[in-house]
């Protein structure tokens, strides 16, 4: 009897077990489901280019990437950047245009519709910060290696007291931005930077901003400018953004800034 009732656990066990790792591997395959990419046209024909021949062109420019979907891997992989772009950016763009159209903002200059954004729509804060936020975080991005360039060296150290100190200090506001948002570098009314943080799409030009100045950097945390190579880990992807920014056009933007020259795509 004993004999038996062992085997019979163990046949118990077994069938258990077997339906455990069925339900395990469904669960897994759904998760995969979840991040799989779509393949669009671009992704299909295997181009590398990026054209924004597909949407319309109106008084807010918008045009190709400054390099090619595959330039910044690994940091950022092909898939996201085709993905961030294409859909994503073009999204937020084509529904700026519609929520400018036939209102008071039509035409009107991009960074005064930011700085006096509260006077709009919903529309026009969330597409409008979309369409401009990552016009700055392409020109952000650079796939040559490069030094930061001695003045923007300098400046920091007087901000921040070392660049150490200053990466830690952005890092960190990227790092605990609550769900979706953006990580910035401005520069003040005085003239020093800061660092600071926003959620959805806004920015710091924005009038609705807790902390205003001009941003010179920027960093997308959204889950869709990170999720498919680095899943949650957020904190990876952005020590990982540090090897591609380019800091000579964040010096170029930060001297414009200390002449209260904004930054426009
Ligand atoms: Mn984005």
């Known amino acids: 009897m004993k004999i038996i009732g062992r085997l019979l656990f163990v046949v118990i066990f077994t069938v258990g077990l077997m339906s455990c790792t069925q339900k395990n591997s469904d669960q897994i395959e759904g998760e995969n489901d979840a991040i799989t990419y ?21 008084d807010y420019a918008f045009g190709p990437l400054p390099y090619a979907f595959d330039a910044l891997e690994p940091v950022i992989d092909t898939k996201t950047m085709k993905l961030h772009y294409d859909k994503h950016h073009k999204g937020y763009y084509k529904k700026f245009l519609n929520a400018v159209s036939e209102t008071e903002a039509e035409g009107k200059d991009i960074v005064d519709i ?45 901000d921040f007291g070392s660049m150490k100190e200053f990466k830690e200090a952005f890092s960190s506001e990227a790092a605990t931005q609550f769900g979706s948002g953006w990580a910035w570098l401005i520069v003040k009314e005085d003239g020093s930077m800061t660092v600071s ?30 999720y498919v190579k680095y899943n949650n880990k957020r904190t990876q992807y952005i020590d990982s953004f540090w090897k591609i920014v380019d800091w000579e056009k964040v010096n170029d933007r930060y001297q414009d800034a200390l002449s209260k020259e904004i930054y426009r795509p």
């Open 114 to 158: 930011l700085s006096q954004v509260s006077m709009y729509s919903m529309g026009v804060r969330n597409n409008g910060g979309g369409y401009y936020n990552h016009w700055l975080f392409w020109n952000s991005l650079s796939p040559d290696d490069k030094t930061v360039p001695a003045t923007m060296e300098k400046a920091i150290n007087n």
């Open 38 to 58: 779509t393949k669009d046209k671009a992704a299909s024909d295997g181009s590398m280019t990026s054209s924004a021949d597909d949407v319309p062109q109106s």
């Open 197 to 226: 943080s926003t959620p959805n799409q806004d920015n710091p030009l924005m009038d609705v901003a807790d902390i205003n100045g001009i941003p010179i950097l920027a960093l997308d945390v959204w889950e869709h400018a990170y």
